[in-house]
T-cell receptor, first 114, second 112 residues
Framework: IAGITQAPTSQILAAGRRMTLRCTQDMRHNAMYWYRQDLGLGLRLIHYSNTAGTTGKGEVPDGYSVSRANTDDFPLTLASAVPSQTSVYFC?????????????FGPGTRLTVL | QKEVEQDPGPLSVPEGAIVSLNCTYSNSAFQYFMWYRQYSRKGPELLMYTYSSGNKEDGRFTAQVDKSSKYISLFIRDSQPSDSATYLCAMIPTSGTYKYIFGTGTRLKVLA
């Protein structure tokens, strides 16, 4: 089934631990994005990638890093998790950067940092 | 001031009602407009997209853009309990930019 998969579905993490959220798409989309969604704040862009091999910072990049080694995968890493990173994380993709037809979202990863 | 404003709701309507969901925005450069539906504990899914001003219809859904007023709307006719979800608007100034601007979402409840 075409789409975006994310793993894990949910995770409870101790503060200070390193964590990688995985994202894979099979639509051959060039652009991929990571958002966090918090109540009252909506979706905020963490990092994005216009194409394989390139990445950029979004609105709230501090404490997060990404890589884009190939078209399909776009992992998000929290080097040393803090409680303020408790959130729901969504990976998204689009045919191209700023595709007017919109983005496709994954099911999300619910992360709790204690 | 946020670039995009959206009433958080919740908006409760009886089954069969016509629903109007709205967003206002401040940046006159926005050209492309999207509506997403997000069910509880799920990712947003794209419902409709429009370019510039005018109306676009898809089944029970109609998206309307009024660029002169910087106002976009999503109308749902014959609303169903299955329409109960959070609806997010999104917009970008032009193609080729990575920065989609999202509203915070309006929570809709359709009562059977």
């Amino acid at each position: 089934i075409a789409g975006i998969t994310q793993a894990p579905t949910s995770q409870i993490l101790a503060a200070g631990r390193r964590m990688t959220l995985r994202c894979t798409q099979d639509m051959r989309h060039n652009a991929m994005y990571w958002y966090r969604q918090d109540l009252g704040l909506g979706l905020r862009l963490i990092h994005y990638s216009n194409t394989a091999g390139t990445t950029g910072k979004g609105e709230v990049p501090d404490g997060y890093s990404v890589s884009r080694a190939n078209t399909d995968d776009f992992p998000l890493t929290l080097a040393s998790a803090v409680p303020s990173q408790t959130s729901v994380y969504f990976c998204a993709s689009s045919r191209s950067s700023g595709e007017p037809l919109g983005q496709f979202f994954g099911p999300g990863t619910r992360l709790t940092v204690l | 001031q946020k670039e995009v404003e959206q009433d958080p709701g919740p908006l409760s309507v009886p089954e069969g009602a016509i629903v109007s969901l709205n967003c206002t925005y401040s940046n006159s450069a926005f050209q492309y407009f999207m509506w997403y539906r997000q069910y509880s504990r799920k990712g947003p899914e794209l419902l409709m997209y429009t370019y510039s001003s005018g109306n676009k219809e898809d089944g029970r859904f109609t998206a309307q853009v009024d660029k002169s007023s910087k106002y976009i709307s999503l109308f749902i006719r014959d609303s169903q309990p299955s329409d109960s979800a959070t609806y997010l608007c999104a917009m970008i100034p032009t193609s080729g930019t990575y920065k989609y601007i999202f509203g915070t979402g309006t929570r809709l409840k359709v009562l059977a």
